[in-house]
T-cell receptor
Framework: AAGVIQSPRHLIKEKRETATLKCYPI?????VYWYQQGPGQDPQFLIS???????DKGSIPDRFSAQQFSDYHSELNMSSLELGDSALYFC????????????????FGQGTRLTVV | GQNIDQPTEMTATEGAIVQINCTYQ??????LFWYQQHAGEAPTFLSY??LDGLEEKGRFSSFLSRSKGYSYLLLKELQMKDSASYLC?????????WGAGTKLIIKP
């Protein structure tokens, strides 16, 4: 079965550079979530999109932006990268509206490991 | 506010049973997830509880008491591959609020 695809799997950037992470949700899923997980930490919600509109915003820095495109894939754009941005970035997708709800599982991609040096 | 608590680490023996507890406080409860996460990998879905009671799925079961703000994940017949972090996540107000995770160590 198709799963959530994230690209790239690994990314190394220098401080102050920019990075773009991509997420391709499970076909027909209309909601995408982005999470950041630092070493030894639990995932932190960044932002979510439903039907190409931002549905909720978490602890996403102003240096980051994201959008969901007409084909439902999403991109997380990160600028002025800092060492502290080094983390695993997970994308999850789900069906049934703007929240993870009844009978809906949030399927996670394998993540993009971003290392800022 | 919203708050989730679960133990930081637990140790159990292969073949045994272990219960991982999760307590929470929230103003908007939709459901509670349990995820398993191996180091460096994405969380994988285990269960989602909306109503009070026990839901069983093979070796794993999850329990919820909404009035007590309490859930647990029960793992039976532990296997070495069950060594992982187990994350409790609150489905509340259009997002998931994550617990810090319980690192489960399985010993032979």
């Amino acid at each position: 079965a198709a799963g959530v695809i994230q690209s790239p799997r690994h990314l190394i950037k220098e401080k102050r550079e920019t990075a773009t992470l991509k997420c391709y949700p499970i076909p027909r899923h209309d909601t995408v979530y982005w999470y950041q997980q630092g070493p030894g930490q639990d995932p932190q919600f960044l932002i979510s999109f439903y039907e190409k509109m931002q549905s909720d915003k978490g602890s996403i820095p102003d240096r980051f932006s994201a959008q969901q495109f007409s084909d439902y894939h999403s991109e997380l754009n990160m600028s002025s990268l800092e060492l502290g941005d080094s983390a695993l970035y997970f994308c999850a997708s789900s069906l049934a509206g703007s929240r993870v709800g009844v009978n809906t599982e949030a399927f996670f991609g394998q993540g993009t490991r971003l290392t800022v040096v | 506010g919203q708050n989730i608590d679960q133990p930081t680490e637990m140790t159990a023996t292969e073949g045994a049973i272990v219960q991982i507890n999760c307590t929470y406080q929230t103003s908007g409860f939709n459901g509670l997830f349990w995820y398993q996460q191996h180091a460096g990998e994405a969380p994988t879905f285990l269960s989602y509880n909306v109503l009070d009671g026990l839901e069983e799925k093979g070796r794993f079961s999850s329990f919820l008491s909404r009035s007590k703000g309490y859930s647990y994940l029960l793992l039976k017949e532990l296997q070495m591959k069950d060594s992982a972090s187990y994350l409790c996540a609150l489905d509340s107000n259009y997002q998931l609020i994550w617990g810090a995770g319980t690192k489960l160590i399985i010993k032979p």
